[in-house]
């Protein structure tokens, strides 16, 4: 009796212990974390980069990407070149000046590479009906936000007032806001013009033209392209706000555009790249429904378009489809 008593425990010992391994949660494939740069809470970058982090988490296994609010173009290429971020969107200027170390980013270069052109910004210079600015040189003596530090917009926004003859340091006083603070300040004039480099629309500044009372006014910026150029090269191109993206224009609006680039640091996983970079193509349509610069992504000239070199993983998805300049 003693024998089978140890015999039955023995094997409901050994059962025990079966069942257990057989029901233990089998661990999971490590999740891969993504963080995407973006900008303020005004512009295309965030609304895009969020819609870019859910593509991504959604199609791509064991991947979790998510959006960071930022100033945008410089802290974003200072983050990408410290690792302390995995993407992020950028004007094709500022990425120029940190891949080469230029400008703000003097003695340090980014070693950055492209995954892939995105759509053109807009150069935006705004005011109101009735402020007597019709071009940059009436800037002289005004109150002006010039973008929030750290940004895209900043850069630009001191060129474009440079080549217009002003001092930005001793003519004009001068204020360092995002997009949507500069909108509240102009709507209560306590601005009296903004520069905003964006996407159409930029949801802070068809805001502000739809504010009753008040009739939104943009400054054409197309007579400074020549000395844009003349410094900096084609970087810099034509382009037109179209009066269909801001109630209560008369008419369009020449300007200057700037290609926006998707970026990450040269170490970046070759397959993730190639992934993400194929993922934005396939699910273009996806990503309009969150922006609709989105449907401007296109692979037509995408080589010549960065003045980064691209990624080897971005590289390999751009020859299966055939893309020339690959």
């Known amino acids: 009796m003693r024998i089978l008593s140890w015999r039955i425990a023995a094997a409901l010992v050994i059962a025990a212990a079966l069942l257990s391994g057989a029901f233990a949660p089998v661990s999971a494939a490590p999740r891969i974390r993504l963080s995407i740069l973006t900008g303020g809470t005004g512009g295309v970058y965030f609304i895009l980069g969020g819609g870019l982090a859910k593509l991504i988490s959604l199609n791509i296994p064991n991947v979790e990407a998510t959006a960071e609010v930022t100033s945008a173009s410089v802290d974003n290429m200072r983050l990408i070149g410290a690792k302390r971020a995995d993407l992020a969107l950028t004007l094709a200027d500022t990425a120029f000046d940190a891949f080469k170390g230029l400008e703000a980013f003097k003695g340090n270069p980014v070693p950055a590479v492209t995954l892939t052109p995105l759509y053109n910004n807009f150069n935006h210079l705004v005011t ?75 949801s802070a500044v068809l805001d502000l033209a739809v504010t009753p009372g008040l009739r939104i006014k943009l400054i054409p910026l197309d007579s400074l392209i020549p000395a844009l150029q003349k410094k900096y090269g084609t970087i810099y191109f034509r382009a037109t706000i179209s009066k269909e993206y801001y109630v209560g224009l008369p008419a369009n609006v020449p300007t200057i555009g700037t ?60 020859k299966e489809r055939g893309v020339e300049g690959f």
Not at 149 to 173: H, K, M
Not at 291 to 314: K, M, Y
């Open 128 to 202: 109101i009906e009735g402020s007597g600015i019709n071009t940059v040189a009436d800037l002289k003596g005004k109150r002006v936000s010039v973008g929030s530090p750290g940004s895209g917009t900043e850069v630009t926004a001191l060129r474009l007032i440079a080549a217009a003859g002003i001092d930005p340091d001793r003519d004009i006083r001068k204020d360092r806001l995002g997009v949507a603070p500069s909108v509240d300040a102009l709507r209560d004039r306590k601005i009296d013009a903004f520069f905003w480099s964006g996407g159409l629309p930029t």
């Open 259 to 318: 290609v926006n680039l998707l970026v990450v640091h040269k170490d970046f996983d070759a397959n993730l790249a190639y992934q993400i970079t194929k993922l934005i193509f396939e699910k273009r349509p996806e990503l309009a429904q969150v922006h609709q610069e989105a449907a401007n992504i296109t692979v037509t000239g995408a080589a010549s378009r960065s003045p980064l070199p691209f990624h080897p993983g971005a590289i390999r998805y751009f």
